[in-house]
């Protein structure tokens, strides 16, 4: 009769142990998911308040160059294909962001052409409307950046611990699946050429 309670406890101790662990690897898998979609979320921001910058921006240089109209209408498509592609952060893969970033890639393009278009209008360089906003707009480039590479952090720390063992096994079983990251844009690891 001892004999079989102690061996009751040690299984009992041993269900408990491996139900613990097996918890806590499903927790830490759901919390890095969770960190990897809230980053993702702020990344959604930052480059919402881009493209709600665009309107204003693409209005202050409609007043002075008003026939660049065919730059002004590639500003403005490109900001409704960029904000026309979502993701939904839960069910990401490397394709969906490929293809976010493409619409994001289109739309900075379009603005750095808007502002080589600025550049023959002195007086719509002076204008404190277009320097505020274009002050604005730079500094949420410089938060793209930042909230992407955070975004990046969160998605490695992620993709670490669901590889690790005995994790992997468990990440296969409960459908946690690899977060892409964000690329350089294509041609990006080249200078770029210099010609005076």
């Known amino acids: 009769m001892k004999k079989s309670w102690i061996i009751l406890i ?5 269900i408990f142990i491996g139900y613990s662990s097996v918890k806590n690897i499903y927790n830490g898998m759901v919390a890095g998911s969770e960190a990897v979609d809230a980053q993702w979320a702020q990344v959604e921001n ?3 308040r881009r493209a709600d910058l665009i309107p204003n921006l693409v209005s202050t240089v409609k007043g002075y160059a008003a026939h660049e109209k065919e730059t002004l209408e590639a500003v403005i498509n490109a900001r409704a294909k960029a ?6 952060a839960g069910n990401m893969n490397a394709a969906q962001l490929q293809q976010f970033q493409q619409a994001q890639d289109g739309l900075s393009s379009a603005l750095s052409r808007l502002m080589v278009v600025v550049e023959k209008y002195p007086d719509l360089k002076a ?3 277009f320097l505020e906003l274009q002050a604005q707009l730079e500094g949420t480039e ?5 909230e992407r590479m955070r975004f990046n952090e969160e998605a490695r720390a992620y993709n ?6 005995p994790n992997n096994l468990f990440a296969g079983m409960f459908n946690f699946d690899e977060k892409a990251y964000f690329q ?7 200078a770029p050429k210099v010609e005076f």
């Open 160 to 165: 670490i611990h669901i590889k690790k063992f």
């Open 46 to 48: 930052v480059y919402q």
């Open 142 to 146: 410089n938060r793209i950046a930042t």
């Open 184 to 190: 350089a844009v294509q041609g990006a690891e080249s």
């Open 10 to 14: 040690v299984v009992v101790v041993l």
């Open 127 to 129: 204008n404190q409307n």
């Open 83 to 88: 904000t026309s592609t979502s993701i939904d």
